[in-house]
Structure formats: structure tokens, C-alpha cells
């Protein structure tokens, strides 16, 4: 008998965390290596944030709380969503987990059976695929590439879907490609599942607050009502809040689903910390202006970082919408030879050997389901992307 499971075989472990412990590996070894693999803020959390968090400690809100979500988390998250997407629901509708992460999988867990089909866009999230395998179903992707700014078109949409489809995964801003979507080119995308009332709609919300320049964001249900009885709109404080680590995603969506992640949640891990859901009531109940800064912060990175990308040799990199990601076209590097001799045949031997002769270590876009592309994380100071930039312009002004 196997002592590792079937389940196990399905998935592989997340290549960005794998890149990102090879550069501390790396960093730790004495090497001089400029990380721009992990997807989290640079900056701590805000004070007000932890000033809460340790309220909660020093009153003793220490112990066991609701499985999915205190009363006072609940109510913020529908004020936030009445707020900021004009979407009304009640805490019976919402529920809290450890992440946006679990969130979305105890969705995925809670609905699929083995056959069912989860159209993902590509290149996507690394995780969507793997949970949905992990939850039994069948990833379908469907790539939309650089020529429609890596978003999915309607006609793409719609030949995906299938008698067998329940679920469309959106996610926008986009990880890893940053482009978000328009109202008008969502709202093309939710006509199509209009005429489809089987599929469900997943939207992962986590990147609404990096939106640059005049971009406003946009989810499903609020773009087309007709849809919010099938869809499931998630968020979480990780990314707007920099609280990575605190471990706090919500999502809001019928009663019958969100019973069900419920219970999903129950036999797994209970509630998510107490003392994080604290810092989360505050999060999303105190002061919002710093969501501003941040934006004008990470807009100057992002602009910083095209601009020098584009200089390099043979590789393309188009302006996205939102979070911290580019995600470049590296089509002229391939072919091409390092000066140590290593033939760059695709995008994970060009970042391996990026991060073995320049010290800059990137994500290779095969793990996110398009090739040949590389994805920074532009969540870090300006004179450290000018120099990793500067490294990449010279790794690839090289190539033979
Ligand atoms: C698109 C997307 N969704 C969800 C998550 C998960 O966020 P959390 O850290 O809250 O689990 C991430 C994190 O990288 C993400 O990029």
C-alpha cells in the first residue's frame, strides 16, 4: 500500500515559494541576490492595525471565536462591500478564513465532484489549478495572451464553457500579469455567462486596491446583478493592508455555499485566528487614505519598472492595470546563449540562469500557465528594482 496519497500526485508544491526560499537559500549562502519572487507588500503593517490586534490580546480575545468569522468582522465586510462595491449582504452571507487562499479552496472543496470543470484564464494565480485538483475537479485554461493584454476575450469565454463547467475563476487585477479589466470588457465577459446559468462565478478580489492611473475596478456581481446569485466575491487584507501574514480572506455569496465552505472550514481548521480577525475589523473599519499612498507608490515602481524592462533586449513588457506584477515577453531571448554557454530553450531556464548570474531571482512563466514570460514583483524599494533592472538590461544585452 502507498503511503503517500493519490491526492498528493495530483499537485506540485507552489513554484513561487520555491524561488523564493532558493533566493533566501542563496542570500544565506553569501550571494548578493535581489528577490522579486514573493507577492507581498514591503511595508508593515499599518500601526492602528496592530494597535488593535494587541487590544484584543490584552482583553483575552484569545480563545476559540465562530467557525467562519467573528459578528464584528461579518459586519465589516458587508459594510465594505456596500461601500466600495455598492453590493449589499448580510453576515449570513459572509464568511472569514485563514486567507484569501483558504477561502478559496474551502469554495472549491465545498462544490466540486470529479468531472466537474473550472475555466481558469492563463496565465493565472499558480495556486487555482492545484486546488482545484486537490478538490477533485478538472482545471480547464484558457490562455489569454499578450496580444489582448493577457485578458480573456467573450469569444474565448464562451467556447470554454462546457455542460460540465462550474465554475469560472476571474481574477482582477491579475496575478501574475497585473492587467485588470474594464467595466465594459467584464461586462462583455458576464453577458456571455448570462446565457450560461450553470457556471458559477469565482471572482478573486484580493489586488482591488493596487489600481494605477484612471483604472477603476470592477467585480461580477456588481457589473451584472443577474449574477449575483451564482457568484462567490472574494477579498481578504492581505495585499491592500500589507497583513500577509496575519492570515484573514473573506468572501460573501448565497447562503447555501457559504454554509457549506462553513463546514468545510469546521472539520479543517476552525476559526481563523481571533486576534487576527481584530486587526481585520480595523483594517476595514479605520482609516482608508493610506490605500491612496500606496497606490501612488506602487504606480511610480510600476512605471520604473516597464520602462527599464522594455530597454532590455528581447523582451517585451506591456503597462498593466493593477497589483504589483509585470509580466514580460521574453520571445527574443530565446534561442539566444548566455556568455557561460547555457542555451535559453524556454522561460525557466532564462530564470535560472538569470538567477545564477546576475543574483536576480524571478518567477519563470511556465508556472503560471504562459510561456515564455517571467514574472517580477515590483513590491520592493525603487533602488533595489533599479538595480535588479539594471542586471536583467546587461543578462540580456549578453545573450549570443
Ligand atoms: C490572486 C491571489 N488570490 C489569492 C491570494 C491569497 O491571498 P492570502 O495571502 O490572503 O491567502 C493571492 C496571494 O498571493 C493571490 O495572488
Same mark, same amino acid.
Given at each position: ?23 533566501? !537559500? ?13 507577492? !507581498? ?345 533599479? !538595480? ?13
Amino acid at each position: 500500500m502507498a503511503f503517500l496519497s493519490d491526492t498528493l500526485a495530483r499537485v506540485k508544491p507552489s513554484p513561487t515559494i520555491a524561488v523564493t526560499n532558493k533566493a533566501r !537559500e542563496l542570500a544565506a549562502a553569501g550571494r548578493d541576490i535581489i528577490g522579486l519572487g514573493a507577492g !507581498e507588500p514591503d511595508f508593515d503593517t499599518p500601526q492602528n492595525i496592530k494597535d488593535a490586534a494587541k487590544r484584543a490580546i490584552d482583553a483575552g480575545k484569545t480563545k476559540y471565536t465562530a467557525v467562519d468569522g467573528i459578528p464584528e468582522l461579518k459586519a465589516a465586510i458587508c459594510a465594505k462591500f456596500l461601500r466600495e462595491n455598492g453590493l449589499t449582504y448580510t453576515p449570513a452571507q459572509v464568511t472569514v478564513g485563514t486567507g484569501g487562499k483558504q477561502i478559496l479552496y474551502n469554495a472549491l472543496m465545498a462544490t466540486l465532484n470529479p468531472g466537474d470543470e473550472v475555466i481558469i484564464p492563463a496565465p493565472y494565480w499558480v495556486s487555482y489549478p492545484d486546488m482545484v485538483l486537490l478538490a477533485g475537479g478538472t482545471p480547464v485554461p484558457v490562455v489569454a495572451g499578450i496580444d489582448t493584454q493577457f485578458k480573456l476575450t467573450p469569444a474565448q469565454l464562451e467556447a470554454a464553457i462546457t455542460p460540465r463547467t462550474k465554475w469560472f475563476i476571474f481574477n482582477s487585477p491579475s496575478n501574475p500579469t497585473g492587467a485588470g479589466y474594464t467595466r465594459d470588457e467584464l461586462k462583455a465577459l458576464t453577458d456571455v455567462l448570462m446565457r450560461h446559468p450553470h457556471v458559477w462565478i469565482m471572482s478573486d478580489d484580493m489586488y482591488e486596491h493596487l489600481v494605477f492611473d484612471d483604472f477603476k475596478f470592477c467585480t461580477p456581481a456588481e457589473i451584472e446583478p443577474g449574477l449575483y446569485d451564482r457568484t462567490l466575491t472574494c477579498n481578504g487584507v492581505s495585499k491592500a493592508y500589507a497583513m500577509t501574514g496575519w492570515r484573514i480572506g473573506y468572501a460573501a455569496g448565497p447562503v447555501a455555499l457559504i454554509k457549506a465552505m462553513g463546514t468545510i472550514q469546521s472539520q479543517s481548521t476552525s476559526n481563523p485566528s481571533s486576534v487576527a480577525q481584530y486587526a481585520a475589523v480595523e483594517a476595514l473599519t479605520g482609516p482608508q487614505d493610506f490605500l491612496a499612498e500606496n497606490r501612488t507608490l506602487f504606480q511610480r515602481r510600476r512605471d520604473l519598472v516597464v520602462s527599464m524592462l522594455n530597454k532590455a533586449p528581447g523582451i517585451t513588457c506591456p503597462t498593466p492595470e493593477g497589483a504589483f506584477y509585470v509580466y514580460p515577453d521574453i520571445s527574443g531571448c530565446i534561442g539566444r546563449a548566455t556568455p557561460s554557454g547555457t542555451i535559453i530553450t524556454n522561460d525557466e531556464v532564462f530564470a535560472e540562469a538569470l538567477l545564477e548570474e546576475t543574483g536576480v531571482a524571478v518567477v519563470f512563466g511556465a508556472a503560471f500557465g504562459l510561456s515564455p514570460n517571467f514574472r517580477v514583483s515590483y513590491a520592493t524599494s525603487d533602488a533595489v528594482l533599479a !538595480e535588479a533592472c539594471t542586471r536583467i538590461q546587461k543578462f540580456c544585452a549578453a545573450l549570443v
